[in-house]
């Protein structure tokens, strides 16, 4: 028997564990009417500066917290506590992802049933939080222009699975090569139709746009069964 076949088996069990996990997160989640989101992206990318962001756009339409997943520190978590927002910290203890149990730990120490949306930072990486569901309801993927216009032909996993795209850092669009067709075509062929949201943490453009989808979305969860 080779080696391979000994692996597979063994990752295809603990993605199953992690899986079911999951499903009792969602259950909690929509348990309490709260709309979840993990965020993804390389380090950097602006994923707390778009929480922050959201927070100052969203102005009280949503009642927000946040769970952030860092390698070691809490220095994200301390800007969103000091932001006013319900803030978790998860390390990781150098994991490159967070998974559901780390998620299932956090979710008590949230006051959700006072919450309308829960934003997950994950580990800033391009690869490895794309394979763990947390039970989130959506993954938002945050790409940015200094990053370059490759990387969704280089990270094919992440873009694929995302259920929306924020372009972040547009205004450095004049002082960066970034070719923004080149860039949304091979989103277009990964992840057809997915909604894109270019946007500025820095000057705000676009942030409008994408809060109030966001808030479509909470309402629309809201009124499943
Ligand atoms: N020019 C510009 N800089 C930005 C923008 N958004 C964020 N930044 C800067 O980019 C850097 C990283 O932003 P963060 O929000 O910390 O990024 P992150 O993805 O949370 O980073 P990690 O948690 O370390 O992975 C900071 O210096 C931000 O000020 C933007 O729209 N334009
Ligand atoms: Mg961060």
Same mark, same amino acid.
């Given at each position: 028997m080779g080696e391979m076949t000994v692996r597979i088996p063994v990752v295809e069990n603990i993605l199953s564990a992690n899986d079911r996990m999951a499903a009792l997160n969602r259950e909690r989640l929509d348990g309490a009417g709260v709309l979840a989101i993990n965020f993804m992206a390389s380090p950097g990318a602006g994923k707390t500066s778009v929480i922050l962001k959201t927070l100052e756009a969203l102005n009280g339409r949503l009642r927000m917290g946040v769970v952030e997943g860092d390698l070691a520190t809490s220095i994200d978590a301390e800007k969103a506590a000091a932001a006013g927002l319900p803030a978790v910290q998860i390390n990781t203890g150098g994991g490159c992802h967070l998974d559901a149990?780390?998620?299932?730990?956090?979710?008590?120490?949230?006051?959700?049933?006072? *919450? #309308? *949306?829960? !934003? !997950?930072?994950?580990?800033?990486?391009?690869?490895?939080?794309?394979?763990?569901?947390?039970?989130?309801?959506? #993954?938002? *993927? !945050?790409?940015?222009? @200094?990053?370059? #216009?490759?990387? @969704?032909?280089?990270?094919?996993?992440?873009?694929?699975?995302?259920?929306?795209?924020?372009?972040?850092?547009? #205004?450095?669009?004049?002082?960066? @090569?970034?070719?923004?067709?080149?860039?949304?075509?091979?989103?277009? !062929? *990964?992840? @057809?139709?997915?909604?894109?949201f270019p946007v500025s943490c820095r000057t705000g453009e676009g942030i409008a746009r994408w809060t109030d989808w966001l808030v479509g979305r909470a309402r629309a969860g809201r009124r499943q069964p």
């Amino acid at each position: 028997m080779g080696e391979m076949t000994v692996r597979i088996p063994v990752v295809e069990n603990i993605l199953s564990a992690n899986d079911r996990m999951a499903a009792l997160n969602r259950e909690r989640l929509d348990g309490a009417g709260v709309l979840a989101i993990n965020f993804m992206a390389s380090p950097g990318a602006g994923k707390t500066s778009v929480i922050l962001k959201t927070l100052e756009a969203l102005n009280g339409r949503l009642r927000m917290g946040v769970v952030e997943g860092d390698l070691a520190t809490s220095i994200d978590a301390e800007k969103a506590a000091a932001a006013g927002l319900p803030a978790v910290q998860i390390n990781t203890g150098g994991g490159c992802h967070l998974d559901a149990a780390m998620l299932a730990e956090a979710l008590p120490a949230l006051p959700l049933s006072d *919450l #309308d *949306l829960l !934003i !997950i930072e994950n580990v800033g990486n391009l690869v490895c939080p794309a394979n763990f569901r947390l039970g989130t309801h959506l #993954d938002v *993927l !945050i790409a940015s222009v @200094p990053e370059g #216009d490759d990387k @969704p032909y280089k990270y094919p996993g992440m873009y694929r699975g995302a259920h929306a795209l924020l372009i972040n850092k547009i #205004d450095l669009l004049p002082y960066v @090569p970034f070719r923004m067709d080149y860039f949304r075509r091979g989103v277009e !062929i *990964l992840n @057809p139709g997915v909604e894109i949201f270019p946007v500025s943490c820095r000057t705000g453009e676009g942030i409008a746009r994408w809060t109030d989808w966001l808030v479509g979305r909470a309402r629309a969860g809201r009124r499943q069964p």
